[in-house]
């Protein structure tokens, strides 16, 4: 969220979650005051999440607190993200930490870290884990899916022990058919409801929602 129509939007049309960007090579990054003013502004059934990439988990907290943040989603800048994940909840001062990464970490000779990350209580304090199709270059927001039916295997152990969020090219138009494939917690959605970067597009964030209540609905 860059403004504050886009996030009453995404309420009013039944979001669970809003996120805001602090990574300054997204056309989505917002500066403090504002996501701190928007926030202010949201019922509280919402939840509020920072997005950070490449910052320390001192900078994300101090961050988080100001904003009124529930909780941090994580975008691990190395080739080794367990490595970054080693903090504790009490150190987030209540914050909830969402680990993200790209399916690729988790494929071919990434297979290796299903393992781990499949392990209950390990790595690290987070319970959820949002998969994309960036890399450690472009963390995320690229508008682009990953191989669904490839990465299956991979989400479905995952999701043993981690609530699993799909993120990574969604629309409204397909969001049904991943969520047929890989029966994640949740779904991730940016660019794929948007008119222009950073500026939601009314119809279409609606029809995404639809389209995940009406999947939940047909599963339960």
């Known amino acids: ?3 504050l129509e886009d996030a009453l939007l995404a309420v009013d049309a039944g979001a669970d979650a809003v996120g805001f960007v602090f990574y300054e090579k997204s056309p989505r990054c917002v500066k403090v005051e504002t996501a701190r003013e928007i ?5 509280e059934s919402v939840e509020k999440i920072g997005v950070f990439a490449g910052l320390s988990m001192e900078s994300v907290v101090d961050t988080s607190l100001y904003a009124g943040f529930d909780a941090v989603q994580v975008y691990p800048m190395t080739r080794t993200p367990q490595a970054d994940i080693t903090f504790g909840v009490s150190d987030t001062i209540g914050l909830k ?10 494929l071919g000779e990434g297979n290796r870290n299903v393992v781990t990350f499949s392990q209950e209580g390990s790595p690290g304090a987070f319970d959820t884990l949002f998969l994309d199709s960036g890399n450690s270059h472009h963390p995320g927001g690229t508008g682009r899916t990953f191989d669904w039916h490839q990465g299956s295997c991979a989400v479905k152990e995952l999701s043993l022990h981690r ?18 494939v890989l029966t994640p917690f949740g779904v991730d959605v940016v660019s794929g409801v948007e008119a ?3 500026k939601k ?3 279409k964030v609606r029809a995404f929602v639809h389209a995940v209540r009406a999947a939940d609905r047909k599963a339960g």
Do not use: C
């Open 1 to 3: 969220m860059t403004n």
């Open 39 to 43: 926030v202010g502004k949201l019922p």
């Open 97 to 106: 930490i969402y680990l993200a990464l790209p399916i690729a970490a988790f």
């Open 163 to 180: 609530k699993v969020v799909i993120a990574g090219g969604l629309t409204p138009e397909n969001v049904n058919q991943a969520l047929e």
């Open 196 to 198: 222009s970067p950073g």
């Open 201 to 203: 597009d009314p119809e």
